[in-house]
Structures are given as C-alpha cells and as structure tokens.
C-alpha cells in the first residue's frame, strides 16, 4: 500500500494543507491569508459582505452546500440567475447535469461532496467575475478550504481553473493533469452548462472524472 508520502510524491504535490498552526491567521501555499472563520462566522460574512460591488445587485451571497466534512469540494465560477435566488450553487439544468456526473462516480450531492463557487455573489448578467471581485472573495473560498479540508479539488469551467491555478492556459491544456491548489491535488473539466452547449466533449469531461477518482483512490 502506498504510504502518505509516496502519493503526494507520485501526485507531485506537497503535503495536503491543513488547519492553521497559529492562533488567529492561516496561510496558502501562494502566501494569501484566510481569516479564522468558524462556518457560523462564515456564513454571516457572506450574507453581509459589502467588499466589492456585486454587493449592490446580488439578491444574496451564496457561500456553498453540502457535507462540510467532504473530501470532494467542487469548485464553479460565479452564482447564476437561479442560484441568486434559492441561495445555492449549480441549480437548475447545469445543477442536474452536475448531479448526474457526480453520480457517474458514484457521488451525489451533500454526501461527501462540498459544492461552491470561486465568486459568492451574482455578476450582473452572468458577465465574467471582475479580478477586484476575485480578490474580495478569494478569503471566502480558502476559509471553506480550511474549515472542509478536502483531499481533492475539482474545478469546473475555465474561469474556475484560471482563477484558481492563476493562469491563462486554455482549459484544453490543464485537463488530463493532477494540479494542486493550497497544496490539495486538483483536477480541471468543463463546466456542465458549458456541456450542456457542447454535447461532444461529454466524453472529455468523463475522462477528467475518471482521472479524478483515480487520484482520490490513492489518496
């Protein structure tokens, strides 16, 4: 059986970031600080943030769903219109696809799987997330990361991926690949309502899932 080491040795990757060693302040391994959030704290700062100007047309922040003990986290780009409204991520036609690529490796939603977003609020008309929104929220997403711990990450959709592995690659190149972000193994696919526009590369996006399990087999 492959030790601790010999996986991450194999992944390439470090070891998987964990808690905070010291009281009160937490760093990435990009040298970013994530506040000491509890989930309760966490949640009310969402709800209440002000720090850019989705702010102002959001109907609410949508911090994320699911277990918050998982070892999968899926991360996505930005609320749409539907999860603006219900306050939860991937709903509505891209949520079903979703769930049932979930299910094609035997997953399904809040058991053992964390959904979210890199952005919490809604750009209006589903435009691009801005980099001063990126940033606002960026402390966000690596409290969810510290709180959750996950052993992998899933990305979805090239904004996703850009933001998190800070590059401009297209997304064809960053698949097929294990990556890491905070020092957890991270795996890059399409988005599902991309899929849904682009029924082909279905079968490209199985790969990547397929790539994913395997990592998280090892892990």
Not at 72 to 79: Q, S
Not at 164 to 180: K, P, Y
Not at 196 to 201: A, E, S, V, Y
Request: proline share 6%.
């Amino acid at each position: 059986m492959l030790s601790s080491d010999d996986v991450f040795n194999e992944l390439g990757i470090g070891p998987v970031w964990r808690l905070r060693e010291t009281p009160g302040s937490s760093r990435a391994d990009d040298g970013s600080h994530a506040p000491a959030y509890t989930w309760d704290t966490l949640t009310d700062a969402v709800a209440h943030c002000t720090a850019c100007k989705l702010a102002a047309s959001r109907t609410q922040g949508v911090l994320g769903v699911g277990d918050r003990n998982a070892d999968w986290l899926i991360i996505g780009e930005a609320p749409g219109a539907d999860e603006d409204a219900q306050g939860e991520p991937f709903v509505g036609q891209a949520g079903k696809l979703l769930d049932a690529m979930l299910a094609s490796i035997g997953l399904k939603r809040g058991d053992n799987v964390y959904i979210t977003n890199v952005l919490k609020s809604r750009p209006p008309g589903n435009r691009n997330p801005e980099p001063d929104e990126v940033a606002a929220c960026r402390p966000y997403l690596l409290a969810q990361i510290e709180l959750i711990q996950p052993k992998l990450i899933l990305a979805l959709g090239r904004f996703a991926a850009h933001s998190l592995l800070d590059t401009d690659e297209a997304i064809a190149r960053l698949r097929g690949r294990v990556h890491s972000f905070c020092n957890v193994p991270l795996v890059v696919t399409y988005h599902p309502a991309y899929l849904l526009r682009n029924l082909p590369d279905k079968a490209r996006a199985w790969e990547d899932l397929c790539l994913a399990r395997r990592t998280m087999q090892i892990l």
